[in-house]
């Protein structure tokens, strides 16, 4: 079993800056794909980043390209978020999760097998 907790959410002025991060157990993590994902209120869960096992790899939505990065330590099995400028409409729940299978850094939600409880991230204006 895999557990997944994410923690540094919290509130921050717009133009402000979060790092969220992610612990994983278990050995599988550093094999495959890990991402972070969000959900505001009303809206479906949508990817917002994603990163392959190796950590080379790193894909982005477009509304936080350039301004949020991903990385990955699979020594001490983490998944971190930066994100940077942060604007209002970055206001959801923050959630990270790791695929049991894929490896390539996956933008698809149904590939992501193992997922935290959130941490919520609230930007105002």
Known sequence: QVQVVESGGGLVQAGG???LSCAASGRIFGS???GWFRQA???DRECVATIDWSGVVAYYS???KGRFTISRDNGKNTVTLQMNS???EDTAVYYCATSGGDYSGSFRLNVYDYWGQGTQVTVSS
Do not use: E, H, T
């Open 86 to 88: 942060l604007k209002p």
């Open 32 to 34: 495959y794909s890990a």
């Open 41 to 43: 209120p009303g809206k």
């Open 62 to 64: 477009d509304s936080v």
């Open 17 to 19: 800056s979060l790092r």
